[in-house]
Nanobody
Framework: QVQLVESGGGLVQAGGSLRLSCDAS????????MGWFRQAPGKEREFVAA???????DHADSVKGRFAISRDNAKNTVYLQMNSLNPEDTAVYYC?????????????????WGQGTQVTVSS
């Protein structure tokens, strides 16, 4: 059974940092594109960042220069380093995996999903 488990969320003050992790089990994703999405209350789930197996990345404009996605294929883990957080970043953050190698920025392109981890940024 494939599982994606996010961790690292929490409460942080504006300007602070958090590092999210996504541990995959049940199969290896070393050739699959992986991504992070987020969903704030009352809003649609939106793309945050994605990475290919060979470390090509894409980040949403709203997080460019502040967030960085990375992966460790040996550990079957994807990370999201989040710096300079602001209250608008408050959301549930989801890890997702594609069945394919190339990046996608739409939710429907991802097949596997984690349960999410809450990130709350106080002002």
């Amino acid at each position: 059974q494939v599982q994606l488990v996010e961790s690292g969320g929490g409460l942080v003050q504006a300007g602070g940092s958090l590092r999210l992790s996504c541990d995959a089990s049940g199969r290896t994703f070393d050739r699959n594109a992986m991504g992070w999405f987020r969903q704030a209350p009352g809003k649609e789930r939106e793309f945050v960042a994605a990475i290919t197996w060979n470390d090509n990345t894409d980040h949403a404009d709203s997080v460019k220069g502040r967030f960085a996605i990375s992966r460790d294929n040996a550990k079957n883990t994807v990370y999201l380093q989040m710096n300079s957080l602001n209250p608008e970043d408050t959301a549930v953050y989801y890890c997702a995996a594609r069945k394919y190698t190339f990046i996608a920025t739409v939710r429907s392109a991802y097949y596997y999903w984690g349960q999410g981890t809450q990130v709350t940024v106080s002002s």
